[in-house]
């Protein structure tokens, strides 16, 4: 597969990956380590910013585009919507997105926490209060959020100590099954069972 698309010829490409692709060859090697030695620069500013913070807060989007606004113009609409997400990767950061509101205009605007890489349980701790404070209903069905549920002591990352992150497992993982020592061998252990809603079905 790989061969054959190495192979293909430049029209076989989508033009869209192909501008994309094509700013490439327009770098030299000594731009590409001039480049990573600015991204290790920057990489230890982030780190001394969020030496004193918990998370850093920002929109996801800076604006919003139409379908056919991002058909026409898909390279340049694509970055500017990813103004405050697309370093997220380069400066090994983890980040949450978070419905935050509705706009006057029916339009969803939304958050984004950012936290060092490997705090993704401090993140959801705080993104599943912050979301259930939004009373926002939930997906195409329009569904009131369930009660934020109480977290058994010790558990959810802020004030406890522990890092760990509340998951519901199903299928092999089940506490018997044949993939739940993957689970404890993570350190996992088991707080309650639950049970789906009559209606579900896997």
Request: hydrophobic letters at 50%.
């Amino acid at each position: 597969m790989i061969r054959n698309l190495l192979a293909s010829s430049p029209e076989a490409i989508h033009p869209v990956t192909r501008e994309i692709t094509a700013a490439g060859a327009r770098l030299s090697a000594a731009d590409t380590f001039a480049a990573l030695y600015r991204l290790q620069a920057l990489r230890r500013i982030a780190e001394r910013a969020f030496a004193n913070i918990d998370a850093l807060v920002l929109p996801t989007a800076p604006t919003v585009y139409s379908t056919a606004q991002v058909l026409a113009n898909p390279v340049e609409l694509n970055s500017r919507l990813g103004t405050y997400t697309n370093f997220v990767n380069l400066l090994d950061l983890c980040g949450l997105a978070l419905p935050a509101a509705i706009r006057p205009d029916d339009i969803p605007f939304g958050i984004t926490l950012l936290a060092p890489a490997g705090h993704d349980a401090q993140l959801a701790s705080i993104g599943r209060v912050f979301h259930a404070d939004t009373k926002l209903n939930m997906g195409s069905r329009n569904l009131p959020q369930p009660a934020l549920a109480i977290l058994p002591q010790g558990l959810g990352g802020q004030g406890s100590g522990r890092d760990e992150i509340v998951v519901a497992v199903v299928g092999a993982h089940l506490s018997g099954m044949a993939l739940n020592g993957e689970l404890k061998a993570l350190g996992g252990r088991l707080l309650e069972a639950a049970a789906t809603a009559p209606d579900y079905k896997l």
